[in-house]
């Protein structure tokens, strides 16, 4: 069963913890005696390994193709993914009927919801549309941005590496003791009681106090590390994509992300770390107000939570925006915070749509991709395992199926959130040519409709 499975069975025993504290122990020890129940066969995994690495093999190429898809066809794309939204809430509600008419009266009306919100919205989804094409382009022009989140994502996992064994070694100094919560003894089935009659661990580890506190900035520092990980991506994507955007025709964009990349570790280094500080007060506030939540599980709270969770979602949109905006001028986060907000006021309804829109539907189509991935998984080693009789091909099956369709998420999330920062990076410049009624290159203002948005503008303006 492992460590995890015999921990709680030695907490839960009284003689393994004294009145009184005995000399601390510098770590947990815990014996596997016991094995588990249930363990699939090495049959499984010999069949299953050749699934999985041909998962593993062609999901990237599932991505190469989505982000042609989405530059050849991004309208198309779109409103695929709004007819699956509406068809999955109409199938959930025929699915339902049968078994509740309140729950099929609310999946019809959701889903006559979502119709009416594609309806209203219908030149915003055009927009985001236009949005994914130009930005597939971008992505195209500059292939070096894999190669750096790839190596962001690399440098992040060795930074954290350290930091986690040292909060582990440090949590492991400290030694067992009796349960603070323990208020009687059954002696029939030799468990502890708390005031409420409920059985609880007999004894609990207590980490000693220095480690306590050392856990605490370690964490702080982990959480920062992770942030501004994120933001030197966020940058280095917005400088190399700006450079694109604004770069005359016909100019080579080589070298653009590498110096994207020297200026986030030089220059604006100090605009990311505060951009950074920010977005983890935010994640710790967050954490706070859903831990408030759960200990207080009322009306009245979860009205709270779902307010302060929009101010939270609001903040962390305003500061990607501003790291965005500090690439492309070069100004410091709390000036860039200010021009953006003026930008994202005077575009509101497209800057709300760009705020959901493109993982909305990007998310829906990786989805969509890993369903069917996963059915056709399951359906070859069901196929497969039947023709060999083994006796549970189809829970096997379906094992493997969510495996890999899991595996065609995680890889497609990687080109979705590359997809979504570019799409954000040339969203602002787009609001950026329009706010200064220019047009930057002819090719992607066509795409874009800049011309006519420009036309209006001047239009209203006489």
Known sequence: MGIKGTIPLYLKDQKNCAATPSAPNHALEASADEEDDVKLTSHFWKRAVVFIAFTLV????????LLKAMFNHASKMVHYSMVFNLASLIFGGILT???STGGAVMYFLFAALWGLVWWLWRDQ????ARLFSVSSAGLRENPH???????VKVFLMVMLLPLMLCIVAAYSNGHVTSNSRVESYNNINNTCLDSDQNEVDCCAWETDGWALSYIFFALLSTLWTVMLAFEIRLFSISGAISQWYFMPAGQSTEG????SLKLAFGPAFGTLCLGSLVLT????LRNMTESARRRRNNFIMMIIACCLECIYSLIEYISKFAT???AITGSSFCESAQEVMTLLKRNFISSYAVWWLPKFVLNCVACCLALLWGAAVFAGFYLEESARHVSKASSEALLLAVICGLIVLVILSFFITLLIDIIEVIYLCYIMDLDRQTVTKEEEAAILELKTGLDGVLDSAQ
């Open 58 to 65: 062609v999901t990237p190429i599932i991505g190469y193709c």
């Open 97 to 99: 009927l049968s078994v």
């Open 125 to 128: 989804f055009e927009l985001i």
């Open 145 to 151: 941005l894999c190669t750096l989140a790839v190596a």
């Open 256 to 259: 653009t992300t590498v110096s």
């Open 281 to 284: 007060f935010v994640e710790i």
């Open 324 to 326: 965005i905006f500090a």
